[in-house]
């Protein structure tokens, strides 16, 4: 049945968290998180509580590997609220941003997925990544993640707006610094290089949702 560290350990790799994503979230260091992990200390009391809740599990599986047989329905699901935000305040969003605390009237999407607290969505514009992502879409960044090969972002390239791109490496200039491309899916639009103009990752995309009916 393993151990609660190694049970720990699997609940936050299948929830695509970091140890320091689930220590923020819980008040407690990285550190903390992984003597967890490595059965060097137990989570007591409220941390206990707080643990399983936010990994949607009961902690008599944390603890045991096993539900307690007074608690047979299923564990709960936690939906976390992403805000969907404009183009202008995303090319203004950063790690450190807590999308919990916007001022004014916000829309939020939900999800059932595990992402840091400064998440965001947008919804995409413009033909620059048809025919994968069309207007209306809505995407999901998490500024915590680091892009790699493949992946999609949400960068700023100059003004004050920010832009939605597919993020391509290549290499390491002479200063040590990553150079990259965004690169739109639609051919008629221009590929941006990071060796050429400054460009800042904001975060990559992490989920993209799509109306099957439109008005």
């Known amino acids: 049945m393993g151990t609660l560290g190694t049970r720990l350990k699997e609940l936050r790799k299948q929830r695509k968290l970091t140890q320091g994503q689930l220590g923020k979230a819980l008040g407690v260091s990285d550190v ?9 200390n137990v989570p007591g009391g409220k941390s206990l509580t707080k643990l399983a809740q936010y990994l949607g599990v009961s902690e ?7 539900e307690d047989e007074a608690n047979v329905g299923p564990a709960p699901v936690a939906a976390q609220q992403i805000p969907i935000i404009s183009y202008v305040q995303a090319g203004a969003w950063s790690a450190e941003c807590d999308a919990r605390n916007l001022d004014g009237t916000v829309d939020y999407i939900l999800t059932s997925e595990f992402h840091s607290r400064c998440t965001f969505a947008l919804k995409v514009k413009g033909k620059s990544m048809e025919p994968d992502f069309v207007e209306g879409d809505v995407i999901i960044v998490d500024p915590e993640l680091r892009p790699g090969p493949g992946d999609y972002v949400v960068a700023k390239n100059g003004g004050d707006e920010a832009t939605f791109k597919k993020y391509r490496a290549r290499g390491v200039s002479e200063s040590g610094e990553e150079i990259f491309e965004l690169v739109p899916l639609n ?4 590929v941006r290089n990071s060796a050429k103009e400054k460009i800042h ?14 008005k």
Do not use: C, P
């Open 32 to 40: 903390t998180v992984g003597y967890w992990e490595r059965d060097l």
């Open 187 to 190: 051919e008629d639009y221009a």
């Open 60 to 66: 008599g599986f944390l603890l045991y590997g096993r």
């Open 201 to 214: 990752i904001i975060g990559v995309v992490v989920e993209h949702r799509r109306m099957m009916r439109r």
